[in-house]
């Protein structure tokens, strides 16, 4: 926990809960009847915060497996509260901040595809990031909110830049200098990427004609 504290000797409150949750199942036979009280509940939240602090932290620090480690920890405790708080206030008073975790989660895993050299594997995690945010939205009936959620915003800002980080394929860029060249009437050059394309691609004719 980050101010390192370990109640009821685990490694955070939320995990306690969950062992106890494990508990009532075995007694029980299922999660039937299992909830959180207005005071569980109160103190749950509160080591969230001490969570989205830290991860607040790490990601200006650059340290993006811990947020990523911090954000899905939070979400985890989202999904809890949702299941499992007696009142209704405490089951949905944390689903407001939802869409923000799951945008830093996002931006962090990116960024961790990113310093390994995956920028697909990061354009692919920022998309799913993005439908993530957009299926929450749908879930509560709020897609016009989604049209403008500040968040799915940022991760289309990171998705621009993932993409000026993925090679363009060559038959692609080959395209479009040769499209380029007819424009501006270079036919030298024009024939030049023809027969490049001619190459990458035989048997196949490409777009353009001289």
Do not use: W
């Not at 939802?98 to 310093?115: C, D, E, K, N, Q």
């Amino acid at each position: 926990r980050p101010d390192g504290a370990r109640p009821f000797g685990q490694e955070s409150l939320l995990t306690h809960y969950e062992q106890l949750l494990q508990q009532y199942q075995i007694e029980h036979g299922s999660d039937e009847g299992f909830r959180l009280d207005a005071r569980a509940c109160e103190q749950l939240r509160n080591e969230g915060v001490m969570y989205y602090h830290r991860y607040l932290a790490a990601f200006v620090l650059e340290d993006y497996p811990l947020v990523h480690r911090d954000t899905m920890r939070n979400l985890r405790l989202f999904d809890f509260f949702a299941a499992y708080a007696r009142e209704e206030s405490d089951r949905y008073a944390m689903e407001q901040y939802r869409p923000y975790v799951i945008m830093m989660s996002t931006r962090a895993r990116s960024m961790i595809a990113l310093g390994q050299n995956r920028p697909k594997a990061a354009m692919v995690i920022a998309q799913k990031g993005m439908e993530a945010i957009k299926n929450f939205y749908r879930r509560f009936g709020q897609d016009k909110v989604a049209a403008h959620s500040g968040e799915i915003a940022i991760l289309k800002s990171l998705a621009r830049e993932i993409e000026s980080r993925i090679p363009l394929d060559p038959v692609k860029l080959l395209k479009r200098q040769l499209a380029k060249a007819i424009k501006d009437e270079r036919y030298e050059d024009a024939a030049n990427y023809r027969d490049q394309l001619s190459k990458l691609s035989p048997g196949k004719p490409t777009d353009s004609k001289l």
